[in-house]
C-alpha cells in the first residue's frame, strides 16, 4: 500500500514537470513524440497573448497610485527590462534581500503601486477563470530575455548564501512521504515516469529543463503558469507545507536551479503538456 | 472588453501563412464552478480580411480549446498587405484586430 501510494505522488510531480529541452534529440521514442508535438504547439503559443497583456500592465499606470512600473528596478536600473529576467534571482539593496523576477514584480506593484501584498497573495495562482496580473506581467519580462543565457548574479555574499540555502532546500528529505527535489529531479539515467522524464537539476547539463519554458503555458486547462507556481506545486506533491507566495524560501531554491543552468540559452515562456 | 489577438502573417511566393492566437475563455457550458454551472460562452464565428476583402470564414463551436490558435493560408499576398481577423462569440462580443503582412 506506501508503495503503491508513494507511486503515486512521483507520478503526479513527473506529469507537472517542465518540457526537457535536453531530450529535444531523444533516442527514447515516446518522448521523442513527445518533442515533435511540443515543437508544432511551440509555433504558436498563447503565452504571447499573456505577453502582449503583461507589457500593457507594464507601461499603463494602474494600482491606487496610478502609476506605471516603468519606473520598476529589475536589477538594471529603473525599467530595464531587457536581459533583467536571465539575470535574476540577484539581490537587491533596497529590500536587503534576494528576489526572484515574480517576487521582484510584485513588491514593484506593492512600493510603486501602491496594491496591498495580502491581497496579490491571496489567490496568487492563474486558474481555469482568472489570471493574476503578477503572472501575465512576469510572462512579459521573462520574454524580454528570450535568447539569452541564464547569468545570475553570484557576486554579493547573500547571493552566495541564496545558492547555498535553494540547494539545501532541494536536498532536504521530509514530510509524510520521506521526500526531497532530489528525490526526482537528482537522479541520472534518463529515468522517466510515464511519458514524463526526470532530468537531475542537480547537474549543469540538464538544470536547465527546471528553469526552462517557465513561465509555461499549460495546454491542460489553459492557464499561465509561473516557477513560483511550479515550485509551490512541488512541495504540495511532497505534501510539504506549501512555502509563501514570493518568499525569500521560493528565491534561494530558484537561485539555485537558475545558478545551476547558467550559461544556457533561456528559449523565452513555454508551452506545456 | 476582450483582450487583443496576436496575429502573425508571413509570405513566401504569393502564398501567406496567418497564424492568430485569440484570447478568450471558449466556455463549453459543461464546467461547473462553485457548484454552479458556468455558462457557455464561446466563439461563434471568424471572418478575416485581406485589405477589406473577406477571405476567409469559420463558424466554430465550443468543442474548441481556450484561447484558440488558428492558421490558414491567404493566395495572392504580398508584403504590406493588411489583414484583419474579426471573432464575435454567442454572447454578442466581438473583436478585430489587424497586422501587415511581413
Redesign the interface.
Known amino acids: 500500500m506506501r508503495q503503491a501510494l508513494m507511486l503515486g505522488v512521483a507520478a503526479a510531480i513527473a506529469a507537472a514537470a517542465p518540457w526537457p529541452q535536453a531530450m529535444a534529440q531523444s533516442e527514447d521514442p515516446v518522448a521523442a513524440d513527445f518533442d515533435k508535438f511540443r515543437a508544432i504547439m511551440e509555433e504558436a503559443n498563447p503565452a504571447e497573448l499573456f505577453e502582449a497583456k503583461g507589457e500593457q500592465l507594464w507601461k499603463t499606470p494602474g494600482g491606487p497610485k496610478k502609476q506605471s512600473l516603468e519606473k520598476c528596478d529589475l536589477g538594471l536600473g529603473p525599467g530595464v527590462v531587457k536581459g533583467a529576467y536571465v539575470q535574476m534571482p540577484r539581490y537587491f539593496a533596497d529590500v536587503d534581500r534576494v528576489m526572484d523576477a515574480e517576487a521582484r514584480i510584485v513588491h514593484c506593484m506593492v512600493t510603486l503601486q501602491g496594491f496591498e501584498l495580502d491581497k496579490l497573495d491571496d489567490k496568487p495562482f492563474s486558474s481555469a477563470t482568472k489570471t493574476p496580473d503578477p503572472v501575465s506581467i512576469t510572462t512579459y519580462v521573462a520574454a524580454q530575455s528570450a535568447g539569452m543565457k541564464f547569468a545570475p548574479s553570484q557576486s554579493h555574499p547573500k547571493e552566495k548564501e541564496a545558492y547555498e540555502v535553494g540547494k539545501e532546500i532541494f536536498f532536504y528529505r521530509a514530510g509524510a512521504y520521506d521526500f526531497a527535489c532530489a528525490s526526482c529531479h537528482g537522479l541520472d539515467g534518463g529515468k522517466r515516469i510515464r511519458t514524463q522524464p526526470l532530468p537531475n537539476f542537480a547537474k549543469p547539463e540538464t538544470a536547465a529543463s527546471a528553469v526552462m519554458g517557465w513561465p509555461g503555458y499549460r495546454m491542460t486547462g489553459g492557464v499561465m503558469h509561473t516557477l513560483q507556481w511550479r515550485l509551490n506545486d512541488c512541495f504540495r506533491q511532497q505534501r510539504f507545507p506549501e512555502p509563501d507566495y514570493t518568499s525569500e524560501m521560493l528565491s534561494n531554491l530558484i537561485t539555485y536551479l537558475t545558478v545551476n543552468a547558467q550559461g544556457q540559452v533561456y528559449k523565452g515562456p513555454g508551452i506545456k503538456r | 472588453m476582450a483582450?487583443?489577438m496576436?496575429i502573425r502573417a508571413t509570405v513566401q511566393g504569393d502564398v501567406a501563412d496567418v497564424?492568430v492566437?485569440?484570447?478568450h475563455?471558449?466556455e463549453t457550458g459543461q464546467?461547473s464552478?462553485g457548484g454552479k454551472k458556468?455558462p457557455l460562452h464561446f466563439i461563434q464565428s471568424i471572418t478575416a480580411q485581406l485589405n477589406g476583402k473577406q477571405v476567409f470564414s469559420a463558424d466554430i463551436s465550443q468543442a474548441i480549446?481556450?484561447?484558440p490558435?488558428f492558421?490558414f493560408k491567404v493566395k495572392g499576398a504580398k508584403a504590406g498587405d493588411k489583414i484583419s481577423v474579426t471573432w464575435k462569440d454567442n454572447k454578442g462580443e466581438s473583436r478585430t484586430d489587424e497586422t501587415t503582412v511581413r
Do not use: E, G, H, T
Request: net charge positive.
Open positions: 483582450d487583443p496576436k497564424r492566437l485569440m484570447a475563455p471558449m464546467r464552478q458556468v480549446s481556450r484561447n490558435v492558421a
